[in-house]
């Protein structure tokens, strides 16, 4: 059965870089894509975007210029950077596995908040 | 950039009543590629359906999916207290990947 764990701080300063790390088990990073998706409270769910372990990326055109997501295959780990934070960016954040042959997010973690305060 | 459009934004039902949810695509779509989720409150989102009409699994088959084109519909056909929720349609190939603003099903 896989498993998606966020980890990460719940508490980042405007203007500074969140980083969120997923801890997958039952299943190899280096298969499928690997996702993160957020959402502000009260709202609804944004993807943010995906990896895959052979260095394919694509994030969403509105955060592009402020992401990077990476997989760390030594440690089944997939990581979330997003800088120059602002209020905005409050929200849950969950990491997602996309299941390609039903084209959808078939398996998600808990979720982590972040909040972005100073 | 396809947009989904989720309708009505709340359902008020009771417990053994039927559940049907719209999500309206602004331009055709690939049955293939629309997905529901379930959301309960404090709770990541759970698989539905897929392919606009296939069940994930362990989903009890009072809930099914239906539809073409641009109108596609999630059914419930008795609600028990647990489906009480907010439920997201997706559609797969829009750049970015997008979801509908939900609908919430409340007692």
């Known amino acids: 059965q896989v498993q998606l764990q966020e980890s990460g701080p719940g508490l980042v300063k405007p203007s500074e870089t969140l980083s969120l790390t997923c801890t997958v088990s039952g299943a190899s990073i280096s298969s499928f894509y690997w996702n993160w998706l957020r959402q502000p409270p009260g709202k609804g769910l944004e993807w943010i975007g995906y990896?895959?372990?052979?260095?394919?990326?694509y994030y969403n055109p509105s955060l592009q210029s402020r992401v990077t997501i990476s997989v760390d295959t030594s440690k089944n780990q997939f990581s979330l950077r997003l800088t120059s934070v602002t209020a905005a960016d409050t929200a849950v954040y969950y990491c997602v596995k996309w299941h390609n042959d039903f084209k959808a997010f078939d398996v998600w973690g808990q979720g982590t908040l972040v909040s972005v305060s100073s | 950039e396809i947009v989904l459009t989720q309708s009505p934004g709340t359902l008020s039902l009771s417990p053994g009543e039927r559940a049907t949810l719209s999500c309206r695509a602004s331009?055709?779509?690939?049955?293939?590629?629309l997905t529901w989720y379930q959301q309960k409150p404090g709770q990541a989102p759970r698989l539905l359906i897929y392919g606009a009409s296939s069940t994930a699994t362990a989903i009890p088959d009072r809930f099914s999916g239906s539809g073409s084109g641009t109108d596609f519909t999630l059914t419930i056909s008795r609600l028990e207290p647990e489906d009480f929720a907010v439920y997201y349609c997706?559609?797969?190939?829009?750049?970015?990947?997008?979801f509908g603003g939900g609908t919430k099903v409340e007692i």
């Open positions: 997706q559609h797969y190939r829009s750049s970015p990947v997008t």
């Open positions: 331009q055709s779509v690939s049955s293939s590629d």
């Open positions: 990896s895959h372990h052979t260095g394919s990326t």
